[in-house]
């Protein structure tokens, strides 16, 4: 069975910056792409960016330019880091295995003065 856990959420200011960290379990990691979704209060959730097993990646128009996504197959970890956030990115952020039922847990992502 796969696992995806997240971590990194917390509370940030206006411009700040945030890294979120989702380590997943089982050899499933290399073959696979992932993502990064986010729910909104109130509204559905999106998603945020992606990367292949390649290494390509591919942003929300919202988060370009601020976000970027990475990945490290020695620790089976996708990174999320997020730089100028904005009151809008305020979520919570999942991570999910491509092609696949699998989500994390989900990590709370406050912006705010």
């Known amino acids: 069975q796969v696992q995806l856990v997240e971590s990194g959420g917390g509370l940030v200011q206006p411009g700040g910056s945030l890294r979120l960290s989702c380590a997943a379990s089982?050899?499933?990691?290399?073959?696979?792409?992932m993502a990064w979704y986010r729910q909104p209060p109130g509204k559905e959730r999106e998603l945020v960016a992606s990367?292949?097993?390649?290494?390509?990646?591919n942003y929300a128009d919202s988060v370009k330019g601020r976000f970027t996504i990475s990945r490290e197959y020695a620790k089976n970890t996708v990174y999320l880091q997020m730089d100028s956030l904005k009151p809008e990115d305020t979520a919570v952020y999942y991570c999910?295995?491509?092609?696949?039922?699998?989500w994390g847990q989900g990590t709370q992502v406050t912006v705010s003065s």
């Open positions: 999910k295995l491509l092609g696949s039922g699998y």
């Open positions: 089982g050899h499933i990691f290399r073959i696979n792409g």
């Open positions: 990367i292949t097993s390649g290494g390509s990646t």
